[in-house]
C-alpha cells in the first residue's frame, strides 16, 4: 500500500526556521495536508496544497512540494514555544483514504 | 459551535467485554472516519462512511465495526476487546473525501 515516511523528531531554538520533511509514495497524490496535534488534542489542518503547486505560502508557514521526488516540507518561520507540537504529514490520492506519517515531535527550546 | 464529539474520552476495560465509542458530528457533513494512533505508526483508518448505510474498511477493521444509521453519528464497536486494541481513537467527519477533515479530541482505550 501507500507510504509516508517522516523523522519522528526535531528540536529547534525559539525564533529559529524548523523544517519538517515529509516523504510518500503515491504517485497519484491529489491533496497533500500538514495536520497538528497539541498534547491531549486532536489533529487540526494546518495547511494543504494541490499536487500541481510548488509552493504555498501562508503566514509563517511555507509548504514545498517536489513532486519529481516525492517530497513535502512544512517550514514554520520564527518558531515559538505554542508551536510545539506532533506534525501529521498527509497524502490523498486516488484511493478512498487518506494515508498519514507517523507524525514529528517538534519540541522549541528557549 | 462545529465540532466532533466522541465519548468516552477515556476507557479501561477487560479482555472480551464488547463496548462501543460515540462519535457525532453537528456539520451536517457526509464523510466519517475512524482512525487508531499509535506512536510511530501515525493514525491508521479503521473504517469510513460515506453517507447514511454506507461503510468501508480501511487498513486495519478487524476486530472492530461500525454502523451509520444517522448522518451525525459514527459509533465504532468492539465486540470482543483484546489488548492489541489498547490505543488512541479518532473520530473524523468532513464534508466530502479528500477534503479537510475535523478530528474528534480523542478516546484513550486501554484493554487489560
Known amino acids: 500500500g501507500e507510504d509516508v515516511e517522516q523523522s519522528l523528531f526535531l528540536s529547534v531554538r525559539e525564533g529559529d526556521s524548523s523544517v519538517i520533511n515529509c516523504t510518500y509514495t503515491d504517485s497519484s497524490s491529489t491533496y497533500l495536508y500538514w495536520y497538528k496535534q497539541e498534547p491531549g488534542a486532536g489533529l487540526q489542518l494546518l495547511t494543504y496544497i494541490f499536487s500541481n503547486m510548488d509552493m504555498k505560502q501562508d503566514q509563517r508557514l511555507t509548504v514545498l512540494l517536489n513532486k519529481k521526488d516525492k517530497h513535502l516540507s512544512l517550514r514554520i518561520a520564527d518558531t515559538q514555544t505554542g508551536d510545539s507540537a506532533i506534525y501529521f504529514c498527509?497524502?490523498?490520492?486516488?484511493?478512498?483514504?487518506?494515508?498519514f506519517g507517523p507524525g514529528t515531535r517538534l519540541s522549541v527550546l528557549p | 459551535e462545529a465540532q466532533v464529539t466522541q465519548n468516552p474520552r477515556y476507557l479501561i476495560t477487560v479482555t472480551g467485554k464488547k463496548l462501543t465509542v460515540t462519535c457525532s458530528q453537528n456539520m451536517n457533513h457526509e464523510y466519517m472516519s475512524w482512525y487508531r494512533q499509535d506512536p510511530g505508526l501515525g493514525l491508521r483508518q479503521i473504517y469510513y462512511s460515506m453517507n447514511v448505510e454506507v461503510t468501508d474498511k480501511g487498513d486495519v477493521p478487524e476486530g472492530y465495526k461500525v454502523s451509520r444509521k444517522e448522518k451525525r453519528n459514527f459509533p465504532l464497536i468492539l465486540e470482543s476487546p483484546s489488548p492489541n486494541q489498547t490505543s488512541l481513537y479518532f473520530c473524523a467527519s468532513s464534508w466530502g473525501q479528500g477534503v479537510e477533515q475535523y478530528f474528534g479530541p480523542g478516546t484513550r482505550l486501554t484493554v487489560t
Open positions: 498527509a497524502d490523498w490520492g486516488n484511493g478512498q483514504n487518506f494515508v
